[in-house]
Structures are given as C-alpha cells and as structure tokens.
C-alpha cells in the first residue's frame, strides 16, 4: 500500500529540533521551520483583532509559529505561559479527567507579566483544537491575573467531527479515533461555536490549503499526506 506522512508529527508531536523524515533531513528543515511557516499561514488567513496588546502561544509546540504569527503582524510576542515540564502533555493522557489535571496541574501564568505593564488583550496560539482542553483552562488562568484572551489560532485545520457523512480521526496511530470526544463532535465543525464553548472572540483555523502550502513548498505533496483526521477528501 501507499505510504502517506502523518502531518500531526509535525504540527505536535515531535520536538522542534527534529527533521522527522528524510525528505526534511536530506533539504535541511527542521520542525521548528514547518512550523514558523505554518504561522505565517495562520497570520494570512487569521490577523489579529484590533487592539489586540500581544500574541502567545500555549507551550511548547506552538512557540515557533507564535513567533513567526508576531513578527507578521507587528504585534509584539510574549510568552505568557510557561509549563513545569514539557513531558506531561494532557494530549497524551487516556481520558479526559487525567488530561484536564494535567494541563491545570502543569500550565502557569508567569508571574512577572502584568496587565497594566504588558497589556490585557492577547491572541493565543495553539497547534490544534482536539477535544478542548488545554484552551479553557489557560483562558481562566489568564482571567484569575487580569489577562483577556481574545482570540485562539490553531496553525492545524479542524480535526475531527462529520464532514459529508463521514466521521474524521485517525485510525492509524495517533489518539484520537473518529468516535473521540472532539469539541467538534459535540458542537460541530463551526469556529463560532467552538469560540463560545471556549469563551473568546474568535476562533480560528489554519485551512487545509493553507496547511498543504507549506508542506508542497517542501516537496511533500498532499497526495503524499495522510489528512484523513481533518477532512473527508484525503
């Protein structure tokens, strides 16, 4: 059978260093590359609201597309966040009462940031929405210090939900199979509704152009791309 690259390994799961396959290796692009030009993607399709005072990211996967979102725009990045340790990702977790006390148990305002020196309104920039949990609780930590989020971007399409009758996950190895609890299940693939369920503004997605762009920039075609967790025409 044909083999397709899993773009997830680089939007998320690998670390930022890493060249993950050969075709990256052998032309010299590391994740930390993909993932900077996934940001300007985002910052393409998605610009900031107005007023918005600076942009972060929930660490760590989304630092390099945070960075290359910021200097877009022209609004100034700081790093609002900050986590005890970078191996306990609530993604990883089995169920969602174990992912939820992961991300509240490991993600922190950092406490020299300051509404009145920094600003309050802030976009946050975050790899992927799955089931909705690590957005809800880094906007209440936020809230608890006088920050406002008003906008999550996710460098990543929507992943999961019903798109022509057909039930998106993956199946070939990455958590999160087409009967997952994904916020998209629940509310639909709608970004609106996902920003209620959030509490902010604006919710918004990488599209899958957008996303196929920059792999095609690297000679990865969508043909040579699995994406069957974030539409039905893989």
């Not at 390994?9 to 890493?18: F, G, H, Q």
């Not at 989304?62 to 609530?90: I, Q």
């Not at 305002?109 to 600003?119: S, T």
């Not at 209620?196 to 997605?205: D, M, Q």
Request: with cysteine; charged share 30%.
């Amino acid at each position: 059978p044909e083999t397709r690259l899993c773009f997830f390994e680089v939007n998320y799961l690998v670390k930022r260093l890493s060249h993950v396959w050969d075709i990256l290796r052998d032309s010299g692009i590391n994740v930390a590359r993909m993932r900077y030009e996934l940001g300007l993607e985002l910052f393409k399709e998605h610009p900031p609201l107005d007023g918005v005072d600076f942009v972060t990211h929930i660490p760590k996967s989304p630092l390099d597309a945070a960075r290359a979102y910021a200097e877009a725009s022209g609004v100034p990045r700081k790093e609002l966040y900050y986590k005890l340790t970078e191996y306990d990702r609530a993604f990883m977790h089995p169920d969602m009462k174990g992912r939820v006390s992961a991300i509240n148990d490991n993600l922190f305002v950092d406490p020299e940031m300051n509404p009145m020196a920094d600003g309050r309104d802030f976009v946050s920039i975050d790899d992927s929405i799955i089931r909705l949990t690590n957005g809800p609780v880094a906007r209440i930590k936020a809230e608890e210090r006088g920050f406002r989020m008003r906008q999550m971007l996710c460098y990543t399409p929507m992943v999961g939900g019903s798109e022509d009758g057909v039930d998106l996950g993956c199946e070939h190895g990455i958590d999160m199979p087409p009967d997952d609890n994904f916020v998209t299940r629940r509310v639909g693939r709608y970004p609106e509704r996902i920003a209620k369920e959030l509490g902010v503004e604006y919710v918004g997605f990488l599209s899958l152009e957008g996303l196929v762009n920059v792999f095609e920039r690297h000679g990865i075609g969508r043909k040579n791309l699995c994406l069957e967790c974030v539409t039905s025409r893989n």
